[in-house]
Nanobody
Framework: QVRLVESGGGLVQPGESLRLSCAAS????????FAWYRQAPGKQRELVAR??????????DYADSVKGRFTISRDNAKNTVYLQMSSLKPEDTADYYC????????????????WGQGTQVTVSA
């Protein structure tokens, strides 16, 4: 089993920054994909950013609405993903969820997906 703990949400003014963190713990051999999603009131959950391990490096993907403002990164030693959010806008207001794809054991290729509990981000003047 894997536990995810998210932190870093809060209330900020437009133009300010926040950094979200999501730490995974439990039975983990490797984490191939970390992602952040968000869900605003009355809207569907949407992908914000994703970071995928590829060989010796990583690749990242961003929603068009956050490109150039948000940066996703990971610390493999800590099984933690970060989302640095800058130049925040009121439309970034949402609950943010981390999503991880975990391979639990070297003896099995099975990958399971886990979700964090969500952290609220509110951008308002």
């Amino acid at each position: 089993q894997v536990r995810l703990v998210e932190s870093g949400g809060g209330l900020v003014q437009p133009g300010e920054s926040l950094r979200l963190s999501c730490a995974a713990s439990g039975t983990i051999f490797s984490i191939n994909v970390f992602a952040w999603y968000r869900q605003a009131p009355g809207k569907q959950r949407e992908l914000v950013a994703r970071i995928t391990s590829r060989g010796s490096g990583v690749s990242t993907d961003y929603a068009d609405s956050v490109k150039g403002r948000f940066t996703i990164s990971r610390d493999n030693a800590k099984n933690t993903v970060y989302l640095q959010m800058s130049s925040l806008k009121p439309e970034d207001t949402a609950d943010y969820y981390c999503d991880v794809q975990v391979r639990a054991r070297v003896t099995s290729p099975e990958v399971k997906t886990y979700w964090g509990q969500g952290t609220q981000v509110t951008v308002s003047a």
